[in-house]
């Protein structure tokens, strides 16, 4: 990230020095424009929480199988502590990843997480 003039530069520093955010391209580019999905949103809430171990070891959506996955431990803690509880669309079955993480979405995450 080379714009330090951004509303955001500050904000992208601490995120990235408290290990809530690796970046994008190998941890190359913050991509501040760019929308987020909801894993990533899930993922940056899992790690401001200092990254706890949820109690299951399996996820209970259909789209969150790989254990390798980054946001695997992420999306089955955010559901234990009832952050999400999956897409309406799927009637609940499957979190949708690499869906695009709306404001609405976003502030309700947030929301669930400080109450």
Sequence with gaps: MTDTSGYYYKAVLWAAEQ???TGR???KTFDPEATCTRREIVTFLWRYAGKPSPKATKSSFKDVTDKKA???NAVIWAAEQKITSG???SNYTKFDPL???TRGMTVTFLYRYAN
């Design 87 to 89: 897409t309406k669309a």
């Design 70 to 72: 980054y946001y695997y």
């Design 25 to 27: 391209k190998g941890g």
């Design 99 to 101: 869906g695009e993480c």
């Design 19 to 21: 290990g809530i955010t």
